[in-house]
């Protein structure tokens, strides 16, 4: 059985909508061009995950929230993220893809750091937002999702750091779904401009068990020449929310772009995470562990995609699987001809908990230059019932024993993690999985 | 306090369904160090495997009795928490686990919730045990026995039977794999764990482990059985003399499990 695919918006809701928020003309023009692909394309077909029953249409779209004068209002799943009161010195919380909250320091805002929400920022830095939104990182006629995100855009940050601003403190942005049917369709972008440095932090979450709804994710990532940018995320959305998330970055030459990504959905999800090497000796790490559950089903992709002469990059991704769970872990290193002295490295392995899960762990390598490294490593199992006997002879209960294994299993991504506030909310999140 | 009893009585065992006990009568009570001695493949660690309820091994007729409890019925963590410790001569590395969280993770186990060991007296005991086994310190923090040589591994296993001060120990080929001073070390460990209440089962096929760890009875195992039980003077014996004697006297041609 196939579902409706067909968007439940016209061009009519769509022009009003972004009239309503006086975006500017360009901008609604992309809205309608994408109105138009996503209607005409197919569901993209995903290599051994069956995405035609998920749910893609069932959401609402125009939803708002209120503001939080308080962090005591929220709930202790969203407080947990945010560490203490005090020590959150750049965020913003998005409320039913609102603003609710904003915090900036004066330092970074008097360098020139730019931090606040796309809606704000098309009209405040038009021209940066228009240079950079859709272009080189991200298409509109990607696939389906792509246009479909551009088309009913509802959310997203905009964040700019100039050229030589070194920022330490994490900048932390929380995407509360707090209407249970609420869509969120939110983009993010960030541009790390020559020799900048920055680390970016992100947490969706939402508590819809049993309402149906949708995310469609898309980051587009930039780090120009000598820029350092680590970005962590942690995905916690319910069993409701079907997501598709897109996380897309460029690094140009000699700049760093590391990805810590927490992929802990408890429902359908599709992610790609995908970066460019477009500059000599860039080099990006990807990280990435997961957790599935229940009867979910999850395809992660992490690609990398070498241009630039000696670039390097590392994928390494840990995922355990549950209950009736099937994951797909594709990686792929792609080295472009030119691309000489670059290397190319991935690991990618998968733990199974019960007899009903099913993981796979695809490794690819498409190398067009000779002066190359490369490698892969992947491994799909299922608990070592050794170890197991092991931890019980020490009196440890199964279900205990089985939790230290889970949180061990993913520990050597969890611990290589640069940023400590996603190590933590990772563990977090893991201990609240695995019980 | 007298200490626990463990009573094995008539045990047959079989691993992919061959025999390798057949019939091991054997009492351990608090306060008896008893050695099980014999050549390789006569059947000694398949009896400490199954003692503790190792997943490959099947018990297939007799009885293991803790203090009267029916000891095959239970899983292999209530062994544990029952009093049974198990020193394994090839102990699992676990990835991602540090050593010091297992620890914590055991000793809390046996303990009731709410009344978890408080963070800095676990610590503080697991550097004062450490210390005394001649631990190196950042071993704490590696991951559980990943890595660790043949004789960390072997420490390790004293460090946890030390930590958890079980009612009855059983020591796998403890011995294999360390030099002499390693072995003093262990054995001097083993030692102070000596009183009343504390029964230790230690299996070996060398002496050499009897001269630091002197045993109360010392048993000879073959063919998956124990054919000869003795003091610790049979155990000097068989330093001197080898089991050749004892298989002409029971008119043994093979001593392992294979034939009968």
């Known amino acids: 059985m196939t579902v409706e695919t067909k968007l439940p918006y016209n061009k009519e809701y769509i022009t009003d909508y972004s009239k309503k928020r006086n975006e500017p003309n360009w901008f609604q023009d992309i809205r309608l061009e994408a109105y138009d692909i996503a209607e005409s394309m197919p569901l993209p077909k995903i290599e051994k995950t069956r995405i035609n029953n998920w749910n893609f249409t069932n959401f609402k779209h125009d939803v708002s929230g209120d503001a939080i004068t308080s962090f005591e209002e929220l709930p202790e799943k969203i407080r947990t993220l945010l560490g203490d009161k005090d020590s959150a010195k750049n965020i913003i919380i998005i409320r039913n893809n609102t603003v609710a909250f904003t915090k900036l320091s004066p330092e970074l805002s008097d360098q020139g750091v730019i931090f606040e929400d796309l809606f704000t920022a098309l009209s405040n830095h038009e021209d940066l937002v228009k240079k950079y939104f859709m272009k080189d990182a991200v298409k509109l006629d990607e696939n389906k999702f792509t246009a479909t995100h551009a088309a009913l855009l509802n959310s997203g940050i905009f964040l700019y750091v100039p050229k030589n601003v070194k920022i330490e403190e994490p900048i932390q942005v929380v995407f509360w779904q707090e209407d249970k049917e609420a869509a969120l369709f939110n983009h993010v972008l960030i541009v790390a401009d020559e020799h900048s440095d920055l680390t970016y932090v992100e947490n969706y979450v939402s508590d819809n068990d049993d309402d149906q709804s949708v995310a469609n994710i898309v980051s587009e990532v930039f780090a120009l020449d000598g820029a350092k940018i680590s970005y962590g995320a942690v995905d916690n959305f319910s069993k409701g929310t079907t997501t598709y998330v897109n996380r897309r970055g460029v690094a140009y030459n000699d700049a760093v772009l590391d990805w810590a990504l927490g992929q802990m959905n408890d429902g359908n999800t599709l992610s790609e995470n995908e970066t460019f090497l477009m500059g000599h000796n860039a080099l990006s790490h990807a990280k990435a562990v997961s957790i599935g559950r229940g009867e979910q089903s999850q395809n992660f992709t992490a690609k990398i995609t070498h241009f630039g002469k000696g670039s390097e990059g590392y994928i390494l991704q840990h995922g355990v699987m549950k209950d009736r769970a099937a994951s797909i872990f594709n990686g792929i290193g792609k080295i472009e001809d030119g691309a000489s002295k670059s290397n190319a490295e991935q690991e990618s392995r998968i733990l199974m908990l019960s007899q009903g899960s099913r993981g796979d762990a695809n490794p690819i390598l498409l190398i067009d230059e000779d002066d190359v490294m490369a490698g892969h490593a992947a491994s799909v199992g299922r608990v070592d019932p050794l170890q197991l006997y092991y931890l019980m002879s020490r009196g440890i209960s199964k279900e205990e024993a089985e939790r230290l294994i889970i949180h061990g299993f993913l520990d050597p991504v969890v611990r290589e993690i640069p940023i400590e506030t996603v190590q933590k909310q990772l563990r977090e999140v893991i201990e609240g999985k695995v019980n | ?260």
């Open chain 2, 1 to 260: 306090m007298a200490g626990s009893t463990l009573e094995i009585r008539d045990l047959h065992v079989e691993i992919d369904g061959k025999e390798i006990l057949k019939g091991v009568d054997l009492t351990i009570k608090g306060g008896e160090f008893h050695a099980v001695m014999g050549p390789n493949g006569t059947g000694k660690s398949t009896l400490a495997s199954a003692i503790m309820g190792h997943p490959r091994y099947e018990v297939t007729k007799g009885t293991i009795l803790l203090d009267g409890e029916d000891v095959l019925e239970m899983e292999v963590d209530e062994r544990a928490q029952a009093g049974l410790f198990l020193a394994m001569q090839y102990p699992s590395e676990v990835t991602g686990i540090t050593n010091s969280d297992f620890l914590r993770s055991a000793i809390n186990a046996k303990r009731e919730e709410g009344d978890e060991i408080p963070l800095m007296k676990f610590i503080k005991e697991m550097d004062s045990t450490m210390d005394l086994l001649e631990i190196d310190k950042n071993m704490a923090q590696r991951y559980l026995n990943e890595g660790f040589s043949g004789g960390e591994k072997k420490r390790n296993e004293i460090l946890q039977l030390m930590m958890l001060e079980p009612a009855i120990a059983i020591l796998d080929e403890i011995d294999s794999g360390l030099d002499i001073d390693a072995l003093k070390i262990v054995s001097d460990g083993i030692n102070k764990m000596r009183n009343d209440a504390f029964g230790c089962l230690i299996i070996t096929h060398y002496q050499r482990l009897l001269n630091y760890i002197t045993p109360d009875y010392v048993h000879v195992m073959m063919q998956g059985r124990i054919v000869k039980s003795g003091g610790p003077e049979l155990a000097k014996r068989l330093e001197a003399e080898g089991y050749e004697w004892i298989k002409e006297e029971l008119g043994i041609e093979d001593e392992t499990v294979g034939q009968n």
